[in-house]
Structure formats: structure tokens, C-alpha cells
């Protein structure tokens, strides 16, 4: 495992542009992994950026999101769908079929789990899978439990998630209690992962994330099995790690 210290957010957004970027530059047919929240957003936007100084080209790009939350159409401003167009998807050169997110509404979400999986497979899998890391230590929306789940599914959101993405809905409105979300074997079968983590209220996940016991508890600790993961974390973040 790689770990690389950035002395802030921003400085965070640009390595790990940085690291997208060299990615879709050695294979511009790749597959990206791509997730949504607050972290990624500096990423998106540097990303953008060098977009429009023509230094990337995303025309054969594919793109495959983790989560999305069951319920909502993807036109719904709070869907993840419409979030990835917002912060990425409509301002760069990326085909708009060639990215993918499972359909919050699907009637039957054992069906839609099991479209999703197949057509990662039809992918040929994902070749860099960014990951945000929650509080508790959750990847995608694989909440502490005990198992890991390893296919794409359905998940009841725990009460801390919906509590800490409440920020991105207004008083009152409506929040998804579910959600779907690759599972760990989805995650784990990437090449390559990404892991970006800013702020002193994530450096107890992280911490225990890649110091503590390989344990469904913490979702994210699965990540020290795999053979190339990179974690790029702000010093605020990276604070409990002794480094
Ligand atoms: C989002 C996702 C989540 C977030 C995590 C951190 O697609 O999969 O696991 O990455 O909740 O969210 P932020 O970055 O908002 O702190």
C-alpha cells in the first residue's frame, strides 16, 4: 500500500487528479471507478481543469460509479446520476452511454444488483476504483456489519450515513434510506484503488482502516488484502497514523 500525505485539501485534489489523469493518459480506454460525496469534488474540478488545458481526453473513457440511492430517477438533483454530471460528467468529453450508474428506480433490485455486476464484467472490470472512506468506515455503501457482502446490493443506510449525508438535502425533503453499492469483491477485483481522505473527523477511520484488524466492522480495513491500493489523505486525515 502506498501512502501519499497531502497538506491539505487541495493539495490532496491535485495529486489525486494527478493520479486519475496519468491513468486515463497510459489507457484511454479505461474504466473508471468513480464515487461521489464531498471529497472528490476538488478532484472532479482539477480534473476538469485539465480538461480545458487539453491535456486529457476522456472520449473512450468509461466511467462506473459505486453507489447510487435506490428511489431517486437519475434526474433527481440529489442522485448520485445527476451529481456525476454536475461535477464532472457535462463538462468534459466523456460519451454519456459509456457511463454507468445502477437505476435508482428498478423494480426488482435483486435484477438490478445482479445488470450491474454483469456489466462490469462486459467491462472487462474496472481498472482504477476511486473510493471516498465514511466515518465508519464504510467503502461505496458497505456499512459496518458482519460479513463483507461481495456482489453488488442493496443496503439499508445506517443511521450515521444518513445523518452524515443529510447535509446535501434540504430541511425536511425526503432522504433514501437505501442504497445500491458495489459490494467487496466488486470493489477488491478493481486493479487499481484510489483511496482519498480529507479532515480530522475521518483520521480514526483511516487509522483503523489500515492499521486495525481486517474486519467487516470496518469495511474499509479489506483494503490491506489488496495488491494496489494508493491512499492519498491530508494531514488532518492521516493525524492518528504515527507517521
Ligand atoms: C460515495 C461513496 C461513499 C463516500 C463516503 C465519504 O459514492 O461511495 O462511500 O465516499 O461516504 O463521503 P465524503 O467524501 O462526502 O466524506
New binding site residues.
Given amino acids: 500500500m502506498n501512502i501519499i500525505s497531502a497538506k491539505n485539501y487541495s493539495d490532496l485534489s491535485r495529486r489525486a487528479a494527478g493520479f486519475i489523469a496519468a491513468q486515463v493518459t497510459l489507457k484511454p480506454d479505461c474504466v473508471l471507478g468513480l464515487?461521489?460525496?464531498?471529497?472528490?469534488i476538488g478532484i472532479y474540478r482539477d480534473l476538469i481543469e485539465r480538461y480545458r488545458r487539453d491535456e486529457l481526453d476522456f472520449s473512450r473513457v468509461r466511467a462506473v460509479?459505486?453507489?447510487e440511492y435506490r428511489g431517486l430517477a437519475p434526474t433527481h438533483p440529489r442522485s448520485?446520476a445527476f451529481y456525476m454530471r454536475e461535477h464532472l460528467f457535462e463538462h468534459v468529453n466523456i460519451d454519456e452511454d459509456d457511463c454507468f450508474l445502477p437505476d435508482g428506480l428498478a423494480e426488482d433490485a435483486e435484477v438490478e444488483c445482479a445488470r450491474y455486476d454483469e456489466l462490469i464484467e462486459e467491462l472487462s472490470g474496472i481498472d482504477l476504483q476511486l473510493?471516498?472512506?465514511?466515518h465508519n468506515g464504510?467503502?461505496?455503501?458497505n456499512e459496518p456489519g458482519d460479513a463483507f457482502i461481495p456482489d453488488t446490493h442493496l443496503v439499508t443506510l445506517s443511521e450515521s450515513?444518513i445523518e452524515?449525508n443529510s447535509r446535501f438535502f434540504d430541511e425536511g425533503e425526503a432522504q433514501p434510506t437505501s442504497a445500491y453499492t458495489l459490494g467487496i469483491r466488486g470493489i477488491l477485483s478493481a486493479r487499481r484503488i484510489l483511496l482519498v481522505v480529507s479532515g480530522a473527523s475521518k483520521a480514526e477511520a483511516l487509522q483503523s482502516a489500515l492499521c486495525g484488524p481486517v474486519t467487516p466492522r470496518c469495511p474499509a480495513s479489506v483494503l490491506q488484502l489488496h495488491p494496489d491500493v494508493t491512499v492519498i489523505a491530508d494531514e488532518d486525515a492521516l493525524s492518528k497514523m504515527g507517521l
Fill in positions: 464515487a461521489t460525496g464531498s471529497t472528490p460509479n459505486l453507489d448520485y473510493l471516498g472512506l465514511g464504510h467503502i461505496g455503501f450515513t452524515a
